[in-house]
């Protein structure tokens, strides 16, 4: 009976846990390939992208809200800072030409995505739009400024500096996996330890409290969606400097993926409950799955049926153990 | 204890527990035709679980059901219904986007020969149905607009509808003004000259007299006695609820000082929805240091839209002249209310009070964390400290501060919404239906608690629809009524609740 004392959103962590351990555990049966070094760290490089987007996506569903806008947001900002980094910014009429070095360039991209997410914030709390429709907008909006950015053709060649972030590796780690895992360490403390964190939990759970409690709700809002969209840039950032690519066509359905993990990790879309490490487990097992997958030479069509299945499995179970 | 007719409905030794905790043992009771029967209990003693069981929310249980002599089993609310037996359930189960007709005849909606909804025969239907429990309202109107009272009379139209044989009301007059209590009470006489047996939860033991015939005292899950009201008396009853002797205390209110806390002159609420209209005009009172102010009216008197222009969730609409702690308001926003020093304990507390999937020291520190914070991180030893120190002065009863409060009773959760408040250590602190929904003894815990706040130098504005509540806690009693105040009334031993009620009506030619 002492078991059932554990917290349902705890529990649902621990049964993540346990599932992907046993997935894990049928994996290196069926494939000698697939518990290895090399093949350990690809999954991790791999899943590091969603897990980005996964941790800015539970922050705007603890709110009660969704993005919907993240997988173009990341395409936008990878175009946008390869392109300065290869082509720089030429104002013609004032005769300037404006180079940036690595640093600069992932900085504009950045704060493009900061502030692409403020926007969707501030449509969503000035202007009372539902997040879905407000996010669905800058979904399209953000793709088709990427496609006018880019021509619709890919930016290639972009430097060793700027594919180290991507690539490269350090203390026998590699780099998007400490970016990553730096992303999830704060967002942990944040969303445990802070006023900021609390905030947020507080208005996905009961909005009208908060209110009468005196927090600035679309202030809290409004942050929530810059942060995901920073995030959505730190994904773009990664995947453009892997690839030496910044492709236009970037980050399709990534917003889903990431939802996904979301969900998977125990995190209710009705806002106030959930953690950032579910998301971060959830978008584990969906590398995992994915990656076993692809090593037993499962079709890239079934892939996607057993993704879809495991989503409705695991929220099927979570709903379950919360009737309870 | 003799009964003229065979009981309609017999609960026969029903056991019902959840997760190992025993909620119901080998309780039996019988309804008559004809005979209101009075549920009482505690909260927490059974009664909404038997009442569910009755009323086929939950099947699964011990023990066997007869209706009418037959043995039944219901597998859900449908076939509970289907036999005749239908429950008022206190939180109200309408669909605020659709209209009071749809929600009327939501699931039987009764069809034309084409197949078409019969919209025509619905609303005629309805209307009559609104007339009977006195409501003036077009059939066609959105339930989100109308008020908490109403929508309950409309719950109270929608089982009337279904025709019942057995009709369950739990707390109907809850969230209602006492003239719609007389209108509620004139339709149950009905029912029962109709024969209908009739189950009536309350915690109003005067109403309880006033309108049952038959009472079932539930304790912990186990029947107490049984017996007919005429034989018995109040405290007899409440001896019986809580195993001792309890009632409405009326405390002594010594604590008043002469120094004005909260002054608001010419106040007026514009209607947002019609220019030129007024919710509340010309209001004037002050508050004073360690004083409990009764406000007192009517359902659509603005109560609650004066607490609201008071705490700044009516921006741009309020006029006037609001002072407090050295501050102007109108307020603004909230945060600007909370910073002159005034608190709001809202109506609703698990729509408005709390944050239910958090634990009672989050709940606690909510309106605060800017004072428990270093460089934005949470100080958790000062949070729990504050959340202790609550527990304690206000008894929250609790297996500790990390319970979360959706797991606490009715209330305990209205003492953790008052510590919320009472953290942001308020000057004045307004308080709307403070007891709404819990039981005798929390109610005078509740009181007592806003009797020592007073006497440790707050103001407290206590609105209340209940006049005992009033007698029992204010020094003074404001009276609104149709948006204006129409007396203010010292209480002492003398005051009649006929001075106060005869305030609260509107008059007949009432000013714009």
């Not at chain 1, 002492?2 to 346990?18: E, G, M, N, V």
């Not at chain 2, 005979?35 to 066997?64: C, F, H």
């Not at chain 2, 009379?153 to 006492?178: F, G, H, N």
């Not at chain 2, 409405?248 to 010594?254: A, K, T, V």
């Amino acid at each position: 009976m002492t078991a059932l004392k554990i917290p349902t959103h705890q529990l649902s962590r621990f049964q993540s846990l346990i599932a992907l351990f046993i997935l894990c555990l049928v994996l290196s049966i069926l494939s000698d390939r697939f518990l290895t070094t090399a093949n350990a760290w690809n999954v991790m490089r791999q899943v590091s992208v969603n897990i980005c987007l996964s941790v800015g996506m539970t922050l705007v569903i603890l709110t009660a809200g969704i993005d919907l806008s993240v997988g173009s947001i990341l395409a936008l900002c990878g175009a946008v800072t390869a392109s300065l980094l290869k082509n720089g910014l030429a104002f013609e009429s004032l005769n300037l030409f404006v180079g940036f070095a690595p640093l600069g360039a992932v900085m504009v991209g950045l704060a493009l995505g900061v502030g692409l997410g403020w926007f969707n914030g501030w449509t969503i709390t000035r202007f009372s739009v539902p997040p879905f429709v407000a996010t669905l907008a800058m979904l399209t909006i953000a793709r088709g400024l990427t496609m006018l950015w880019t021509g619709g053709f890919p930016i290639n060649g972009l430097g060793e500096q700027f594919a180290f972030l991507g690539t490269g590796w350090f203390l026998g780690i590699p780099m998007p996996v400490w970016i990553t895992a730096v992303i999830v360490a704060w967002a942990v403390l944040l969303t445990n330890k802070t006023r900021f964190g609390r905030y947020v939990y507080a208005i996905g759970g009961n909005e009208r409290a908060a209110r009468l409690s005196g927090i600035a709700i679309n202030k809290v809002k409004m942050s929530v969606y810059a942060l995901a969209g920073g995030l959505a840039a730190v994904g773009g950032i990664l995947v453009t400097s892997r690839l030496d690519s910044a492709q236009p066509n970037a980050g399709i359905s990534y917003e889903l993926d990431a939802i996904a993990a979301v969900v998977i990790g125990g995190t209710s879309l009705s806002g106030g409950k959930g953690s950032i490490l579910g998301a971060v487990l959830g978008g584990v097992i969906i590398g995992v799955l994915n990656n076993g997958l692809v090593l037993l030479n499962v079709s890239p069509f079934w892939q996607q049926v057993v993704k879809g299945l495991v989503i409705l499995l695991a929220v099927m179970i979570d709903k379950a153990n919360t009737r309870k | 204890m003799k009964q003229p007719t065979e009981a309609l409905l017999r609960v026969d030794s029903i056991s019902k527990s959840f997760a190992g905790i025993q909620a119901l043992q080998q309780v039996s009771l019988d309804l008559y035709p004809g005979k209101v029967t009075a549920i009482l209990g505690e909260n927490g003693a059974g009664k909404s679980t038997l009442m569910k069981i009755i009323s086929g929310v939950y099947a699964d249980y011990q023990g066997r059901l007869f209706y009418a002599g037959e043995p039944v089993t219901f597998t859900d609310p449908k076939s509970a219904q289907d036999r005749g037996i239908s429950m008022i359930h206190q939180e109200l189960n309408l669909i605020p986007q659709l209209c009071i007709r749809e929600n009327v005849f939501l699931g039987r909606e009764p069809r034309t020969s084409l197949g078409f909804l019969d919209v025509k025969m619905m609303r005629e239907q309805c209307q009559a149905l609104l007339e009977r429990v006195g409501l003036a309202l077009d059939p066609d109107t959105p339930v989100e607009q109308l008020k908490v009272g109403q929508q309950q009379l409309v719950e109270i139209a929608k089982a009337l509808s279904l025709d019942s044989q057995v009709l369950i009301m739990d707390e109907p007059t809850s969230a209602i003004s006492e003239n719609e209590v007389a209108v509620l009470f004139h339709i149950i006489r009905t029912l029962k000259k109709e024969g209908k047996a009739i189950a009536y939860i309350s915690h109003k033991l005067d109403e309880l007299f006033e309108i049952a015939d038959n009472y079932v005292v539930l304790r912990d899950g186990k029947l107490i006695e049984t017996g007919a009201l005429k034989d018995t008396s109040s405290d007899a009853l409440i001896r019986k609820m809580v195993g001792r002797e309890l009632q409405l205390h009326r405390n002594d209110r010594s604590s008043v000082s002469s120094d004005c806390l909260l002054q608001v002159r010419d106040l007026a609420l514009t209607d947002p929805n019609r220019e030129q209209r007024y919710l509340l005009k010309a209001i004037d009172f002050d508050l004073f240091k360690g004083e409990v102010l009764g406000l007192f009216g009517l359902m659509g008197a603005g109560r609650t839209e004066l607490l609201e222009a008071l705490f700044g969730l009516r921006p741009g609409q309020v006029e006037g002249s609001i002072a407090l702690g050295g501050r102007k308001g109108p307020f603004r926003r909230p945060k600007e209310a909370m910073q002159a020093g005034l608190g709001l304990v809202p109506e609703d507390r698990k729509q408005e009070g709390l944050v239910l999937g958090m634990d009672i020291a989050q709940n606690t520190s909510l309106a605060v964390l800017d004072e428990l914070v270093s460089g934005g991180w949470i100080q958790e030893g000062k949070e729990a400290q504050l959340a202790e120190k609550y527990r304690r002065e206000l008894q929250i009863k609790t297996t500790g501060i990390r319970q979360r409060v959706e797991n606490l009773s009715g209330g305990n959760q209205q003492k953790v919404v008052l510590a919320k408040w009472l953290a942001t250590k308020p000057k004045v602190l307004l308080l709307d239906e403070p007891t709404r929904g819990i039981d005798i003894p929390a109610k005078n815990e509740i009181y007592k608690l806003i009797r020592n706040l007073a006497t440790e130098g707050l103001g407290l504005l206590v609105v209340s629809s209940e006049l005992p509540e009033i007698l029992a806690v204010a020094d003074r009693v404001l009276v609104l009524s149709e948006g204006r105040l129409t007396a203010t009334i010292p209480i002492d031993e003398s005051t009649s609740e006929d001075r106060i009620l005869t305030a609260a009506i509107p008059k007949k030619h009432p000013s714009p």
